[in-house]
């Protein structure tokens, strides 16, 4: 769950937007924080098509996660208008494409990007064909990328029944590698799992 720390943060990201690129968000779920990002933005005076992916189809953990902030779901509802209602309140210009990450980035219209948010990619391959579909189209020294669950690693390990959590260091080692290529806007660690870069220079990929 993304905070209202965050949530002021992102809105904040939005009031900077400098119209050099879209901003979009990969994972939006109900939209929480598409709606923070997109209040700035509107300030800013946002006029470009506001990506958003998902699969909007909840799931039992999300049923529950729903039900916990006394919203009530059904397992496989289509959660499309909800976040539909959320965001396009704020901001008209919301382009959603439901359906599965990494494929569905594919229908991305492939134009600069400014502001992006990934809280679906955690693991591989979803976050490297991801970053691989999107990185092409960051802007030097200007792009944010948001990464909303930096630390979910974190939680599994602390959680002695997920034997999985190392597939979930994918973000943090990705950052690692690229560390000259990144630097550090926001960590908040302290409150959420979330950090937020700026994409300082292109990355040569290994071969
Ligand atoms: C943690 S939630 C996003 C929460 C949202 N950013 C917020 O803070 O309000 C993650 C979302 O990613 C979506 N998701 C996860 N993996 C996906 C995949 N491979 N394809 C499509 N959607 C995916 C889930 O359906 C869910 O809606």
Redesign the pocket.
Known sequence: ??TPEVHQYLNELGRGWTGQGVAM?V????????AALLDGLVEAGYDKLYWA?????SNEA?VQKAYDQKVLLGISQD?LPIFLKNTKSIYPKVHAVQ???PP?LNMFNLTPIEIC?F??PKSNP?FSDSIHKLLPYFIPGVTVLGL??YYFYLRRKEDQLKKDWEKFLVPVQFIEEHRDNFTVLRDFKENSSCVFFRYEKPISWKK
């Open positions: 769950m993304s968000e994972g939006c779920w109900l939209g929480a924080t598409s992916f998902d699969k909007w189809r999300e959660l359906g599965i990450i569905i948010l809280d679906a979803v909303l669950d």
